[in-house]
């Protein structure tokens, strides 16, 4: 075997112990690593009321209700809904059918109380008119938002 | 012709002089086309409206920040095992240029994502990943500045590159592995882009421009680098021939 080749097989010893070892860290602190939990797995962890965590979903349609300064309305991952109120400015892009990022707490009455509420972008991008085709069309797929 | 053709510094030099105006001007005639598409030819997006636009230079940043890095990091292996002397010089000089281009997908982010997320900044993966990788290119720049003797310091610069490198895989896949708030990947993906024609073309052509950027700049500051070495090395020839003469009357 010649230096270089013993380099070569060094150095890919080494990379493969170093790309099992961040995979096996990064496996182990998966749940840290999640920026949100859906509305199901807040009911299936039983996340103590009051301990700060943050939930995504879809806004529900036709459930944003504005009383006064505060907004009620309802996230859905379309198995389980969790109510919301949430008091202050709402992001440009919140509006029913879209994604949201909510930071906040469960309440005694199991609401869910937002400190801050951050609208999710999906991966599409298109002109207004295409938009529109698609919808008129019926394109529209159930999963993506309007 | 293969790549050790072009391993050899010297002739990299006078092949390097005789593209580098033609690789300057599509650069800029790239960039500029880009530019033009995107702010004047694009239609504003359906739901994010004119902000759409920032993308034009956030993906083709961030794409570089990858790009140069991966590029670094194979350069580090060359320069590792086969010693080859462009492969030092090419990773060193592609440091500042990627450190550019993810500080620039990092502010151009920030300023996407507060009109459009409601926040400057947030800790879910892709963002704290790309945070890292910012680190690593100043952590890289910083050794080869903190060693000496540039054998030693390309050596050691060039193991923390490839340690670093499996931040480039995180980076790009965390968006599917965990939950963000930062949108999946839309152009190289599975089942094709989700990005409109009229919006797709110019991000490609910005992309392009980048790249042809980054050739250009590379080009430049790899030439730097062997002119300095150059010099050094001229430098210590003369102190070591002054010495070898003064030797024998001093002694």
Known sequence: MTRKERRLLVLGASMTALGLATALVLLAFRDNLVFFYSPTELVEMQVPEGRRVRIGGLVEERSVERRGDTVVFRVTDTATTTPVTYIGILPDLFREGQGVVIEGALQQDGTFRAASVLAKHDESYMPREVADALKKQGYWQPGERK | ?251
């Open chain 2, 1 to 251: 012709m293969n790549l050790h053709f072009l391993a050899n510094p010297t002739r990299f030099q006078r092949w390097a002089g005789a593209i580098l105006p033609w690789v300057a001007t599509l650069a800029a005639l790239t960039l500029g086309l880009g530019l033009w598409l995107g702010l004047f030819v694009a239609p504003p997006d359906y739901q994010q409206g004119d902000t759409v636009r920032i993308m034009f230079v956030h993906v083709p940043s961030a794409w570089m920040g990858l790009f140069v890095y991966t590029g670094m990091a194979s350069a580090s292996a060359v320069a590792l095992i086969w010693k080859h002397p462009l492969a030092d010089v090419a990773a060193k000089a592609s440091a500042p240029i990627g450190a550019c281009f993810t500080f620039l997908a990092l502010v151009t982010g920030s300023l996407w994502g507060k009109p459009m997320w409601g926040a400057w900044w947030v800790w879910d993966a892709r963002l704290t990943s790309m945070l890292v990788l910012l680190f690593l290119y100043l952590g890289y720049m910083a050794l080869w500045d903190a060693v000496e003797d540039p054998a030693r310091a390309g050596k050691a610069a060039a193991i923390l590159c490839l340690v670093g490198a499996v931040d480039i895989p995180v980076i790009k896949f965390s968006v599917d592995w965990w939950n963000t708030l930062h949108q999946p990947a839309s152009v190289v993906r599975l089942g094709g882009p989700t990005i409109h024609a009229s919006i797709l073309v110019p991000l490609l052509t910005m992309i392009v421009g980048f790249t042809l950027y980054y050739l250009t700049v590379l080009i430049v500051r790899m030439r730097a680098e062997l002119a300095a070495r150059r010099v050094q090395a001229l430098r210590q020839a003369r102190v070591a021939s002054r010495e070898s003469t003064l030797a024998p009357e001093a002694g």
